[in-house]
């Protein structure tokens, strides 16, 4: 697995709250940024523009401002023209703007809460360890058909044990996409990358060895074949522990806001 499938196991995607953070803190600049038809637009609209740039991995610099810049003056000239024709007034863009209000703001709830809610070594470790033992120590090597019918999988059995070629029948009538084309191979993956009936399957099969029976996921009926297994390399606490931290706040900070919903009044 490595570093790089544990680390992607543990993002939270997009960006994260640690991120949220960042982004979210108060531009100190003051001033004015530019005068369009009479309309002054602050300097910290464009240190946050910037300061947002910056954690999407952009680079702070001339250039990058200067096209910032007048990105936010054309924003400006269409704001303007659009209030000329009343569109402000429109129910739908007055819901719009109520609503990335609103987001705004959550972000800066998050950001507050990560600031008073900091995460323990301990705490850190624990979700570690435990990480460690949910992901086991082996990976496998394996290949699947998935088909929709539990008769139509057994035929594959049948078929595969007479000498059937697994990577033609595969390509043929397994309805996994991302797979078939490969003759059903799939990448090397922990037990736990895979749901439950399936990983189950994998950790009780021989290496070479066919499932007796069909596997059934929510995803269909599946023909299992273990290809090798190995040891499993997995990376150190220090190498992921910032996102071992995002993973916790995460989770406290969706616990946080259940506590919260379950006190409201809602009518």
């Given amino acids: 697995m490595h570093l790089a499938r544990l680390s992607q196991f543990l993002i939270i995607g997009s960006l994260s709250l640690l991120t949220l953070t960042a ?4 531009a100190q600049s003051a001033g004015t940024m530019a005068v369009v038809n009479g309309v002054s637009i602050p300097q910290s609209r ?21 096209g910032l810049r007048e990105n936010l003056i054309t924003e400006e000239i269409l704001v303007q023209e659009a209030v000329k024709k ?6 739908d863009v007055i819901a719009q703007i109520e609503i990335a209000k609103q987001a705004a703001i959550i972000r800066a709830f998050q950001a507050d809460y990560i600031e008073n809610n900091k995460v323990s070594d301990e705490t850190l470790r624990r979700e570690y360890d435990m990480l460690k033992i949910q992901m086991g120590d082996k990976e496998y090597k394996a290949r ?75 995803f269909g009926w599946h023909v299992i074949e273990l290809l090798d297994t190995r040891a499993m390399d997995v990376p150190s606490f220090d190498e992921v522990k910032m996102n071992m931290q995002q993973r916790v706040l995460q989770r406290e900070f969706a616990a946080f806001v259940q506590e919260l919903r379950a006190k409201a009044r809602v009518e």
Avoid: C
């Fill in 46 to 66: 464009l240190d946050f523009m910037v300061k947002a740039s910056v954690m999407q991995g952009q680079e702070d610099g001339p250039e990058l401002r200067k």
């Fill in 144 to 218: 699947h058909i998935l088909v929709e019918k539990e008769s139509d999988a057994r035929d594959i059995i049948a078929s595969l044990k007479k000498g059937g070629d697994f990577a033609k029948i595969a390509a043929e009538k397994s309805l996994d996409e991302g797979s078939k084309a490969s003759g059903g191979e799939l990448n090397w993956s922990p037990s736990a990358a895979y749901v439950r009936p399936f990983a189950e399957a994998l950790a009780n099969l021989l290496k070479g060895k066919i499932t007796d029976d069909p596997v059934h996921t929510n």
């Fill in 23 to 26: 982004i979210t803190a108060q």
């Fill in 86 to 91: 009343g569109l402000d007034k429109d129910p």
